[in-house]
């Protein structure tokens, strides 16, 4: 009887050791980890859904829908005076509307990558320093004018009528 009780003493007392010393050893990896991956460090703002006018010669051909999400420092995003979600929405209006930096009437042509870069460097110009660092997309999408007037007309369509179960036909 004493033999059981030492050894279930014996198993608790190294079960306890080995427990607590790998709690230790993986704490102390944690904290001396130095910041390795890129976006760890940085937050994400998320700009709203944009619908931009795609204009050409005084016609409206359509429609790009983008959502954007930007990395920042925290630090220097808490510094900025505006939210940084009119920033966005601002030059993006101004990139593709006003200075056309991009042609939206000729979407097979578009550059995914140029665009991400453009709108990258541009804020960061505006703003005089590095604040964004990566531009990713959440959704874009372009829609001629008669995809949304199609859209359009069938949400004026009255639903279909519902049948029960047991109804024919």
Known sequence: MIKLVISGVWICAVTLASVYFSLQASSGNSAGKEKTDFFGGLDYVRSDLISIPAIH????????????????????????????????????????????????????????????????????????????????????????????RNKARQRRLPPPPIKSVGEGG
């Open 57 to 148: 010669q005084g016609e409206v051909r359509g429609y790009f829908i983008t959502r954007l999400v930007y990395t920042a420092e925290p630090d220097v995003l808490e510094s900025l005076s505006l939210p940084p979600e009119m920033l966005i929405t601002d030059e993006l209006f101004s990139l593709l509307v006003g200075d056309r930096v991009i042609d939206l009437t000729r979407v097979e042509e578009f550059d995914l990558d140029a665009f991400r870069v453009v709108v990258r460097d541009r804020l960061n110009e505006r703003l005089d320093r590095k604040v964004f660092h990566e531009v990713l997309v959440e959704q874009m999408e372009f829609l001629t004018k008669a995809e949304v």
